[in-house]
């Protein structure tokens, strides 16, 4: 009769057990453009965890470099003489192309917030958003900062992250170009910026050193480090995708069920 409470026991155990062995790298498929040691930049490759799989680049490779997911994989060429594409989130083209729109230099990262794309120009700092389909590039604002290159977007507060490839900085704009924080990750060459909305912490290829993943707090801390991807510019998660719990979820999720099992324990015995 004390089955559903030893078995409820046993499933916090597991989940707890799960947290503790998390090892280094994003829980969430992190996807990532230009990825110069795999495959010298032609392929898209995805990391989750300590594993890695690739597709290959179907349209402009090894062009396709600014990168927007949500429920599906989009590249932009990295110049308006450039293409990319769509592609399914497991890899499959499906033969629609985009080319980057006409703005005054390049851009090397692009991010979305399911209904819009967001790109910054690499040379100038000008920030702007399109259509899901690179198209109609409405200027939003000018970023600060000697060359950036990753932009990602951040929907619990509907703003954009801007990283420095030329200074050593990551800003978090409202979409109207105020500053709203930032943080020093004490690096030039901050490539790959990307926001896993499943934990709400940025994750960005150190470029300069180590061409490992790092991950931050929104308030800059460096939270973890790892793994070794190599030389990358472009990077998102999943921005349509459905969250998983985070620790404090599984914690509130444990005691949920430790006080329901506490219920039927008392009813049986009763």
Not at 7 to 19: D, H, M, N
Not at 108 to 121: I, W
Not at 135 to 148: E, I
Request: charged share 10%; aromatic share 12%.
């Amino acid at each position: 009769m004390k089955a559903p409470f030893v078995t409820a026991v046993c499933l916090v155990a597991l989940a707890f057990t799960g947290v503790a062995l998390a090892g280094p790298g994003p829980t969430s498929p992190l996807y990532l453009t230009y990825t110069f040691d795999r495959n010298g930049g032609n392929s898209i490759v995805v990391v989750q965890g300590n594993s890695f799989t690739s597709f290959a680049e179907a349209y402009g490779a090894p062009d396709e470099v600014p990168i927007a997911v949500a429920g599906d994989v989009r590249t932009s060429g990295n110049s308006s003489t450039t293409i990319g594409g769509q592609y399914s989130l497991a890899g499959t083209p499906t033969g629609t192309t985009y080319v980057l729109p006409a703005i005054p230099s390049t851009a090397y990262d692009s991010t979305t917030d399911g209904s819009h794309n967001y790109l910054v120009d690499y040379t100038y700092g000008g920030v702007y958003q399109t259509a899901r389909d690179f198209t109609n590039p409405v200027a939003l604002f000018t970023s600060t900062g000697l060359y950036n290159l990753g932009i990602t977007y951040d929907p619990a507060n509907n703003s954009l992250w801007i990283s420095g490839w030329g200074n050593t900085t990551v800003t978090d704009y409202s979409l109207s170009g105020t500053v709203i924080t930032s943080f020093d990750t004490g690096h030039y060459f901050n490539g790959a910026l990307a926001m896993d909305p499943a934990t709400h912490t940025l994750w960005l290829v150190d470029d300069e050193n180590t061409f490992t993943l790092e991950q931050y707090s929104t308030a800059g801390v460096l939270l973890s480090s790892g793994p070794y991807v190599g030389y990358s510019l472009g990077g998102e998660f999943d921005m349509g995708a459905t969250p998983t719990p985070e620790p404090g979820t599984l914690v509130m999720f444990g005691t949920g069920i430790l006080g329901l099992a506490g219920m039927l324990r008392r009813k049986i015995n009763l």
